[in-house]
């Protein structure tokens, strides 16, 4: 561990920084965000049930042809470590998943712990699942595009009503274009975790290991991060914890160029929560703009600790 001060890698006397900013939306933030983007209605969810009950009866053929066609592709299988054939055991881990996501799905899941679930799924993508396999993103994306185009053939197949077909089909195409972003927020806060040339531990306490389900985390920083922008990686990762340990502030945005005033919002922690770098508490020593280096330990720890 560096036992170096904190107060040692501040450059110059710069009072202490206002709070972590800059950060990803939460993924229920996102889910309404992109769901007003695409227009997604009440009219579009009418629409969707209408067409469930296909889509049902046909679901355990599709996700057995859904893996039998990622089996087929050369670059998915050689992702998934397939060239020589599939191992049962993750083949049937990876359906197990396929499925309750198509179930949740063809239920027109709309609540804020499906936003999660697919955030999740999104991490899971990048390597940060049980089997650590990071697929591109452009797989991650064919793969939505290819259930779309599923679901579009089923409907098309067992509907005559062309308006009703129509409706539907631009409805579910919506709903998968919202849970593609989502996984996409996942895949990116993850990548972004693990991008940087040295290894910080951050360590949870108190009901924080509940939250992330762990008791600490690796991320990797550059050579210049501060304490405010391993934090702000930490924070999109686990976007839970700025609900309980957080609590939002304004920064004037002092840009000469701009004719109109703008404020931005920083995160800062709640009254009596702390936040130590290898044991030294940075409301004494730095605060956010502390410099890190290579293993040290930044630990947030709850009230009442």
């Not at 991490?123 to 699942?129: C, F, I, M, P, S």
């Not at 920083?221 to 609900?243: E, F, Q």
Request: hydrophobic share 45%; charged share 20%.
């Amino acid at each position: 561990m560096n036992i170096s001060q904190p107060e040692m890698r501040i450059k110059g006397l710069a009072a202490e920084p206002a709070g972590v900013g800059a950060l990803e939306p939460t993924p229920t933030e996102e889910w309404e965000r992109v769901a007003r983007y695409v227009g997604f209605t009440r009219a579009d969810q009418r629409a969707m049930t209408q067409t469930v009950e296909p889509l049902f009866a046909h679901g355990p053929a599709v996700v057995a042809e859904t893996y039998a066609y990622l089996q087929r592709v050369p670059e998915t299988a050689a992702i998934l470590g397939w060239e020589q054939g599939a191992d049962p055991a993750h083949l049937a881990e990876r359906r197990r998943f396929f499925t309750i996501w198509m179930a949740r799905t063809l239920g027109i899941d709309l609540g804020a712990d499906f936003a999660d679930y697919l955030f999740y799924a999104g991490k899971v993508h990048a390597g940060h699942g049980p089997r650590h396999i990071v697929v591109a993103e452009p797989w991650v994306t064919g793969a939505i595009s290819l259930t779309q185009s599923t679901f579009a053939r089923l409907i098309a197949d067992n509907f005559h009503d062309a308006q009703l077909a129509v409706s539907a089909i631009a409805a579910w195409n919506k709903y998968l274009m919202i849970q593609l972003d989502l996984m996409l927020l996942g895949y990116r806060v993850a990548r972004a975790l693990d991008d940087g040339v040295f290894d910080v531990r951050v360590s949870f306490f108190g009901r924080l290991r509940d939250t992330t389900g762990a008791a600490a985390r690796v991320a990797r920083a550059s050579s210049d991060a501060t304490v405010a922008g391993l934090l702000r990686k930490v924070l999109n990762y686990y976007p839970n914890i700025r609900h309980q340990a957080m609590e939002t502030t304004w920064r004037d945005d002092a840009n000469p160029q701009s004719l109109w005033p703008r404020v931005e919002p920083l995160y800062v922690l709640q009254d009596g929560w702390r936040l130590l770098l290898n044991g030294k508490d940075l409301r004494y020593y730095g605060g956010y703009e502390v410099q890190v280096r290579a293993d040290d330990d930044l630990a947030l720890f709850p009230p009442g600790r």
